[in-house]
């Protein structure tokens, strides 16, 4: 019974390793929703701007499955310039998300720091990382 | 002599672990080098432009230790602005990837197909990603 049981144990552990390998897949490459966010924040509220993303980008990264990835930066040079790279599993993912508490408290935080904001849907190339 | 030594040799475990950690969040917060580059690409040119893209991308990530990660996409309304956000180990890891073969053939490749470029040294405020 012994020597039956395990080669069962092993292939169905094969086919679910298989099946979540194409789901991932599937999710990154054909439903996934990515934009860039440019942002000009009032220079004078640098901090408070910054600590409020990271607040927004924490909690959506921890309470969101459809939150998958968020790269913030500022340029060197004129650090009230801030670019967001955003990925959501989906469209609803990214729909569900402005929904969220987390969200709605970082527009409202954000609201008069927020000098101009430019969105751009944009589709993936390649994205490669040995980050983590 | 014994009871001397544990502590003494514990005190160095402890020192080495501090310095090593150190040196961990120096190379990822301090030296990693990057950068945004924006470019404008001729639209009858794009499938070559992506197919040399992604070759250099592939080659810099398989072979350089320095090459941490790419993001390339285009924007969905303009499959012709090209975004690359880039990250290095360092701004010497930057030097050394420009010198490399793969990157001098794709410059040549490219020279006559890009309209515009602009690169943008970045600071990170957030780096958070699921993906993988």
Same mark, same amino acid.
């Given at each position: 019974?012994?020597?039956?049981?395990?080669?069962?144990?092993?292939?169905?552990?094969?086919?679910?390793?298989?099946?979540?390998?194409?789901?991932?897949?599937?999710?990154?490459?054909?439903?996934?929703?990515?934009?860039?966010?440019?942002?000009?924040?009032?220079?004078?509220?640098?901090?408070?701007?910054? /600590?409020?993303?990271?607040?927004?980008?924490? $909690?959506?990264? +921890? &309470?969101?499955?459809?939150? %998958?990835?968020? *790269?913030? @930066?500022?340029?060197?040079?004129?650090?009230?310039?801030?670019?967001?790279?955003?990925?959501?599993?989906?469209?609803?993912?990214?729909?569900?998300?402005?929904? /969220?508490?987390?969200?709605?408290?970082?527009? $409202?935080?954000? +609201? &008069?720091?927020?000098?101009? %904001?430019?969105? *751009?849907? @944009?589709?993936?190339?390649?994205?490669?990382?040995?980050?983590?």
């Amino acid at each position: 019974m012994k020597t039956m049981k395990e080669p069962i144990v092993f292939f169905i552990l094969i086919l679910t390793l298989m099946i979540t390998d194409t789901t991932r897949v599937h999710a990154q490459e054909k439903s996934t929703y990515m934009r860039i966010a440019k942002i000009t924040v009032d220079s004078t509220m640098l901090d408070a701007y910054t /600590t409020a993303l990271k607040e927004q980008m924490n $909690a959506a990264i +921890a &309470n969101e499955k459809g939150v %998958l990835a968020y *790269t913030a @930066v500022h340029d060197k040079q004129n650090p009230s310039r801030i670019t967001i790279f955003e990925i959501y599993a989906s469209v609803d993912a990214y729909k569900a998300h402005i929904l /969220t508490e987390h969200f709605k408290k970082y527009k $409202a935080t954000v +609201a &008069n720091m927020v000098k101009k %904001l430019e969105l *751009t849907d @944009v589709v993936p190339i390649g994205i490669q990382s040995k980050l983590k």
